[in-house]
Structures are given as structure tokens and as C-alpha cells.
């Protein structure tokens, strides 16, 4: 058997983690002097009242070796194979405490730990095809080398409703936050091999704005993997998230939309109001 492992910034559901037996690793929050486990102890809403009273961004950092351990030990106790993935390694160093945590175990040879390139539920959707393939019987280097496959397939986008917390995570410079404040300026922050970068601007309120990106993408979601597409947000108006649904429900083309809460640690860099559409791409899309 293969147990699949990711860490807390795959930003999968509880009901999607139940529904495809998926463990999760949490990284870790520090407001201040207090450290949190993503996902565990603390709630997106916090971090916002608390970065907007300080005027800063919290720090996030990898899970401890012994937090991966303590994970990692029971499937291995109980015989299964590891397949874990992990943030993007431009983004953080959760990879290679995982690779860590298993040489510390000495179980190199059945853990396989895999960089997903990607954050939020671009890792989701690669958990959830890991999983899928898991429950098949597949072996952990089948699931791997399907994995390595699918990843220049996923499209991970979103649309931030503020440049603020970009710029207290020194993503984007002071003036182009004060410059997309007074314009109303919304980039689409797009990632691809494993780092973020930002596309188009778009202008106006942001109800309207996420509708737009949304229909520009038309082309490529017509073309998409059928299986699953996520909606994922942090912190948007339910009427918001229900104008992209609907519009993709029109697309008549995924067998599941699914809705998802960003958690702590993608909140803490993005903000709130952001919200992105993610696939993975049909085999013909490779290199677009």
C-alpha cells in the first residue's frame, strides 16, 4: 500500500483529506513571538487583523523534522510506501525536511518525496491524482513518475484584490502598491516551474475583475483535464465565488467545481480577497 503525505499548503478541505485518506504535515505561523501550526490553531481572519495592526506580513516556515516524523512513523510502522509532496522548493524549504525527516528514519528507500513546483491547490490537484492513484494499487514509483508527468500540466493562477500584503512580503515595491491602490489595479499572479510571477493587470472592481480572468482562461479550461477544477480563495464574498462557479458550470466541461479555503500560510502572503481558478491542462496544452 502507498500513503499519500502533503504539507498544509496543498490547501485541500478537510472532506477532500477524509475522502482520499490524505495526511497532512502543517507549516508553521509566527505572529510576533507566537508560533501556530497551519491549518491547526489558527484561522486566516486572525492573521489579518494581526498584519493589519502591526503593518506587516507574518513569517511562515517549514515544519519541524520531529513534526514530520511524528507523521511519517505510523504508515511506515504499519508497512505502506510514502509518497509526500511538498510547496515549491523556490518557495521553501518543506522538501527537504521531509527528505531529512526519512533519512533520520532511515527510510530513504520508502519515501519519495516529491516538489510539487507549485503552492495552494496547484498541489492539490497533484495530491488528489496521487491519491486516486493510490487507491488503485498503483506502486509509489508509478505514482511518482504519473506525477512528474503532470506537472507542467497544472495552471495555477489567482487575482489579489490588494497589492498590500505583496508588498509587506516584499513582492512587489512601495510604488507599485500605491499605484495599484489608486488605479484599482488587480495583477494576475500566475506560477510556473515553481515560482511566481505577475502577468496582467486588470482594472476596476474586483467582482467584475475575477469574472474577467476567469473568462480569459476560457480557451484553456475548454481544453482542460475533465476530472476536477478548483475555485480557491481566501477570504471572498460568497457571491463572488458563486459568479466564477457559475460561469464555469456554463463551460459544461468538469465532472467536479470544487471550492476551497486558502489557508494560513498562502492567506498570510496574498490577502485577503484573492481568489484563483486551477487545472491541470489537456495533454495537448504541454509547453502552453
Keep these: ?31 510576533g513571538e507566537k508560533e501556530y501550526e497551519d491549518g491547526v490553531d489558527l484561522r486566516p481572519e486572525a492573521i489579518y487583523a494581526w498584519a493589519d495592526d502591526n503593518k506587516t506580513t507574518p513569517k511562515t516556515s517549514a515544519p519541524s523534522v520531529e513534526t514530520v516524523m511524528q507523521t511519517f512513523r505510523p504508515l511506515l510502522d504499519k508497512g505502506d510506501d510514502i509518497v509526500c509532496f511538498s510547496i515549491s522548493e523556490s518557495m521553501s524549504t518543506t522538501a527537504n525536511v521531509m527528505r531529512l525527516a526519512a533519512r533520520q528514519m532511515e527510510a530513504e528507500d520508502r519515501v519519495n518525496v ?14 488528489l491524482e496521487a491519491a486516486r492513484m493510490a487507491a488503485q494499487g498503483k506502486t509509489a514509483e508509478e505514482i511518482v513518475a504519473e506525477t512528474e508527468r503532470l506537472k507542467p500540466l497544472v495552471r495555477a493562477s489567482f487575482v489579489v484584490d490588494t497589492l498590500t500584503y505583496l508588498y509587506r512580503g516584499g513582492r512587489c515595491n ?11 489595479l488587480h495583477p494576475k499572479i500566475v506560477v510556473s516551474e515553481g515560482k511566481m510571477s505577475s502577468s496582467k493587470k486588470y482594472r476596476g472592481k474586483i467582482d ?25 480563495h481566501s477570504g471572498c464574498p460568497d457571491e463572488t465565488v458563486q459568479i466564477v462557479k457559475k460561469y464555469l ?30 487545472f491541470i491542462a489537456g495533454e495537448q496544452m504541454i509547453g502552453v
Design 1 to 31: 500500500m502507498v500513503s499519500i503525505v502533503a504539507d498544509s499548503t496543498c490547501d485541500l478541505s478537510r472532506e477532500l483529506l477524509e475522502k482520499y485518506k490524505v495526511k497532512i504535515i502543517p507549516l508553521h505561523i509566527l505572529l
Design 114 to 127: 516529491v516538489d510539487s513546483a507549485n503552492l495552494s491547490t496547484g498541489i492539490g490537484l497533484l495530491v
Design 174 to 184: 512601495g510604488l507599485e502598491a500605491m499605484a495599484g491602490s489608486m488605479l484599482k
Design 208 to 232: 467584475k475583475v475575477i469574472l474577467d480572468y476567469a473568462k480569459d482562461m476560457e480557451e484553456q479550461l475548454l481544453q482542460a483535464r475533465k476530472e476536477r477544477v478548483f475555485i480557491t
Design 249 to 278: 458550470q456554463s463551460l459544461s466541461r468538469f465532472d467536479e467545481i470544487l471550492i476551497t479555503r486558502a489557508g494560513g500560510v498562502i492567506s498570510s502572503h496574498c490577502g485577503p480577497g484573492t481568489l484563483g481558478v486551477l
